[in-house]
T-cell receptor
Framework: KAGVTQTPRYLIKTRGQQVTLSCSPISGHRSVSWYQQTPGQGLQFLFEYFSETQRNKGNFPGRFSGRQFSNSRSEMNVSTLELGDSALYLC??????????FGPGTRLTVL | SQQGEEDPQALSIQEGENATMNCSYKTSINNLQWYRQNSGRGLVHLILIRSNEREKHSGRLRVTLDTSKKSSSLLITASRAADTASYFCATDATDTGNQFYFGTGTSLTVIP
């Protein structure tokens, strides 16, 4: 089985812009979760989608949003980028209540 | 916060030695998972232990879980230079489905 893929792998944006990141889960996995990883805050949960519905949401501002398509692929969007949004964004897919498989991440740099 | 905490934050050992890292968490869980992350890359799942299990093995890895103390430990035996990485524990909460809380990580360095 192909693993979780994320695109793009690297992204450079400027403050105020918006960005969309994409995640393709492992075939058959309906749950997709997003995490933000920074040196200061570690790995923080953003949100989880299951069957095109947001099932869980972490403590992030409304500038962070996401969606899931019928084929389980997911996108997350960050609007009005801030310098503090620079991070590694990780996507993970899983069967319900099982281990999570992570993608390689998208490294976002906000200038 | 339900975030777990790993201890120690950093560990340096010689190749061939065993490495033990610990994880403490705050609330009841369904399961606890351990992950490895090589410098700035995605996380690799190592092992999942369910709340009704006390010990689990996978190759050179041994994980224990003590739900009464809300703690888990990961033992890597006969360490290799390739084990150099950061190790994280992740816990779910019994009432939030597929939402996981990651600890702060233990940075392991195995010296050849």
């Amino acid at each position: 089985k192909a693993g979780v893929t994320q695109t793009p792998r690297y992204l450079i944006k400027t403050r105020g812009q918006q960005v969309t990141l994409s995640c393709s889960p492992i075939s058959g996995h309906r749950s997709v979760s997003w995490y933000q990883q920074t040196p200061g805050q570690g790995l923080q949960f953003l949100f989880e989608y299951f069957s095109e519905t947001q099932r869980n949401k972490g403590n992030f501002p409304g500038r962070f949003s996401g969606r899931q398509f019928s084929n389980s692929r997911s996108e997350m969007n960050v609007s009005t980028l801030e310098l503090g949004d620079s991070a590694l964004y990780l996507c993970a897919s899983s069967l319900v209540g099982d281990e999570q498989f992570f993608g390689p991440g998208t490294r976002l740099t906000v200038l | 916060s339900q975030q777990g905490e790993e201890d120690p934050q950093a560990l340096s050992i010689q190749e061939g030695e065993n490495a033990t890292m610990n994880c403490s968490y705050k609330t009841s869980i369904n399961n606890l998972q351990w992950y490895r992350q090589n410098s700035g890359r995605g996380l690799v799942h190592l092992i999942l232990i369910r709340s009704n299990e006390r010990e689990k093995h996978s190759g050179r890895l041994r994980v224990t879980l003590d739900t009464s103390k809300k703690s888990s430990s990961l033992l890597i035996t006969a360490s290799r230079a390739a084990d150099t990485a950061s190790y994280f524990c992740a816990t779910d909460a019994t009432d939030t489905g597929n939402q996981f809380y990651f600890g702060t990580g233990t940075s392991l360095t195995v010296i050849p």
